[in-house]
């Protein structure tokens, strides 16, 4: 059982900044393949961006290339999204997930298998 806390929400106006954070519990956290999704109300969940277990991969949704930066330090056991230029249809709960996964960077919710609780961003125009 893998639990991830993620944090660094917040409200922030357009073109501002932010880095989400999510660490995880357990010291096997290297060996999953982890990434960030995102819900706006009224909306399903969204694949923001995905990175491999050495960092040696990375993937991004279309909508945030070139704005958002996904990284992670496994001796801290911990993900990050560094989130600039931000725009209002940014706004939505973010949440980063787990998956055993290792061969490729899922983009389906479902094929994650260990998720947070979410953050709250809020971009105001």
């Known amino acids: 059982q893998v639990q991830l806390v993620e944090s660094g929400g917040g409200l922030v106006q357009a073109g501002g900044s932010l880095r989400l954070a999510c660490a995880a519990s357990?010291?096997?956290?290297?060996?999953?393949?982890m990434g960030w999704f995102r819900q706006a109300p009224g909306k399903e969940r969204e694949f923001v961006s995905g990175?491999?277990?050495?960092?040696?991969?990375?993937l991004y949704a279309d909508s945030v290339k070139g704005r958002f930066t996904i990284s992670r330090d496994n001796a801290k056991n911990t993900v990050y999204l560094q989130m600039n230029s931000l725009k209002p249809e940014d706004t939505a709960v973010y949440s980063c997930?787990?998956?055993?996964?290792?061969?490729?960077?899922?983009?389906?919710?479902?094929?994650?298998?260990?998720w947070g609780q979410g953050t709250q961003v809020t971009v105001s125009s």
């Open positions: 357990q010291r096997t956290f290297s060996g999953y393949t």
């Open positions: 990175i491999s277990r050495n960092s040696g991969r990375t």
């Open positions: 997930a787990a998956t055993s996964r290792i061969w490729f960077i899922p983009t389906t919710p479902s094929d994650y298998d260990y």
